[in-house]
């Protein structure tokens, strides 16, 4: 009777090149921002060998589908603690930029596009804030005939309280 077949969710090309980088790290030393992600990386490769290497060992339907399932966590890991470890953030920082990008594509760029046209025509000019005349800018001067402004003043009297109730209307 022939053996049951089903399909292994190895990766393997995702950890060959997890691995590849770690070396390439390990030879370019500067590269590295924080150690300890890159030893997490490192850490999370070692438990991909050895869960591949159980796989192998208990090819049973149930145990491959939970190790297939646990090698890819970890290759998530992996990956993640090697964008961090090479880029110098930490998680949070990760998440609040792909927080923005997500808003980002969700709403569009936050800055106007500037549009080029394809023929040879030239664009519209722009009117700048320095081209628009006096007429349209309201400018306020403060009269600082007081020696010492930065103290507050109470005022002499105080406010005449209104008596009754609160007017609702």
């Given at each position: 009777m022939d053996a049951p077949k089903f399909l292994i969710p190895s990766l393997e090309g995702?950890?060959?090149?997890i691995v590849a980088f770690l070396l390439v790290c390990l030879a370019l030393p500067h590269l590295i921002k924080?150690?300890?992600?890159?030893?997490?990386?490192?850490?999370?490769v070692l438990c991909i060998i050895l869960l591949q290497t159980a796989t192998?060992?208990?090819?049973?339907?149930g145990v491959v589908v939970v190790f297939g399932a646990l090698t890819g966590f970890l290759q998530v890991i992996a990956l993640i603690m090697l964008v961090l470890a090479v880029g110098g953030l930490s998680p949070r920082e990760l998440g609040a930029d792909m927080?923005?990008?997500?808003?980002?594509?969700?709403?569009?760029?936050?800055?106007?596009?500037?549009?080029v046209p394809l023929t040879r025509e030239q664009p519209a000019e722009r009117v700048r804030t320095?081209?628009?005349g006096d007429d349209a800018r309201t400018v306020f001067k403060i009269d600082e005939s007081d020696d010492d402004v930065s103290i507050p003043r109470k005022p002499s009297t105080p406010p005449d309280e209104p008596k009754g109730p609160i007017p609702l209307g």
């Open positions: 995702v950890t060959v090149a924080n150690k300890t992600h890159w030893y997490v990386a490192f850490f999370s192998m060992m208990f090819a049973h339907t927080l923005k990008t997500i808003e980002v594509i969700r709403r569009g760029e936050e800055k106007k596009q500037v549009i320095s081209d628009i």
